[in-house]
């Protein structure tokens, strides 16, 4: 009999990342079903619609990749609207599942739910021990409250709700808005621009000095998949009851100055790169501790150049009208 895995949130970059890994496997000869909607077809924020869909279709599997997302301006823009849907999101999807009488379901964080001076590299019981990042504490809030949840659900039903903590992700469907991106998009947008225009000069904002770390998308689908089909026993064993979740990434960071170079290296972009320390810069380093998902025995395999330049293929090949214009 098939096992039937509803892929919440799939025309995103982690959630299509996800589908496609598990389309490649029923292509392989799996017995998958894989339910799918898109948000005209079923609003997640609507808690009658997802307990009337998960109530009908009753898959083994739920994951919940499904999120609103955004970089510094859209999270400081928008901080009612990032709390607010990811909150219900999160809420309706566990509560609907487990009246579904759906066993396993995972979700995806995010590392911004670590305090802004959580001792690097960030390990998962950091969570909750400090202040968070005021530029995207709404989001990390939400974050925070569907571990919870699935924590929660575990203690009080048995049932079995997993959590993963992403560090940044990029790759092929990403967010490349001017707006609303993430840095490395944002990035990436900016300086094939630039090279387009001819400009002698980018200024990315900050002073160029915080570190991130940055997990290619198809990375990270393969690691939610591999949380996912551990055996309870041996999930278990890494985490505690309190916490339930589990960092991913790749262990290695790179300042945000030296990422522009290597975008600026990647895209032919040859001018100066300037910085602008008015602007902020958020948390001043977000190193996973990635100790925990290599014991369990799954490590990161795409190098940063390599992603970002089949990246930048990705957004050159993208059948959209003039990038000048957006």
């Known amino acids: 009999m098939a096992k039937k895995i509803y892929v919440a949130g799939h025309r995103g970059m982690v959630g299509g990342a996800i589908l496609r890994q598990l389309q490649v ?3 392989g000869g ?9 948000s005209a077809e079923l609003d997640l924020t609507n808690q009658a619609q997802v307990q009337d869909f998960l109530g009908m279709e009753r898959p083994d599997q739920v994951i919940l990749a499904a999120a609103k997302v955004g970089g510094i301006v859209a999270n400081n823009s928008y901080p ?23 066993t396993q379901l995972l979700q995806l964080g995010s590392s911004c739910i670590y305090p802004k001076l959580a ?8 969570l909750l021990t400090g202040v968070l990042e005021p530029t995207n504490e709404p989001y990390a809030i939400a974050k925070i409250a569907g571990i919870k949840l699935c924590e929660s659900y575990n203690r009080q039903y048995g049932v079995d709700y997993r959590s993963v903590m992403p560090t940044n992700l990029y790759g ?3 967010n490349f808005h001017p707006d609303n991106s993430h840095v490395l998009p944002a990035l990436i947008r900016r300086f094939h621009l630039a090279k387009l225009n001819g400009d002698a000069s980018v200024t990315i904002w900050g002073t160029g000095s915080p570190r991130r770390e940055f997990l290619h998308v198809d990375d990270m689908a393969a690691a939610a998949l591999f949380v996912l089909e551990l055996p ?3 999930y278990e064993s890494e985490t505690q009851e309190t916490l339930s979740h589990i960092n991913v990434g790749c262990g290695s960071d790179i300042s945000i100055l030296e990422l522009a170079q290597l975008v600026a290296q990647v895209t032919g972009f040859t001018g100066e790169i300037l910085t602008d320390p008015s602007k902020p810069d958020g948390t001043p380093r977000k190193l996973m501790d990635v100790s925990r998902l290599e014991r369990l025995g799954w490590w990161a395999g795409i190098e940063l150049g390599r992603g970002i330049s089949e990246t930048y293929d990705w957004f050159l090949q993208q059948d959209a009208t003039d990038l000048r214009s957006k």
Do not use: S
């Not at 849907?85 to 609907?96: G, P, S």
């Not at 001792?119 to 950091?126: C, L």
């Open 25 to 27: 496997r029923r292509t």
């Open 30 to 38: 799996e017995d998958l079903t894989l339910i799918t909607r898109t």
């Open 80 to 102: 009612a609207q990032f709390i607010y849907e990811n909150l219900m999101m999160e809420c309706n999807v566990i509560h609907a599942a487990y009246e579904a009488g759906v």
């Open 119 to 126: 001792p690097q590299p960030m390990a998962e019981d950091a």
């Open 172 to 174: 092929p469907g990403d």
């Open 232 to 234: 309870k026993a041996i």
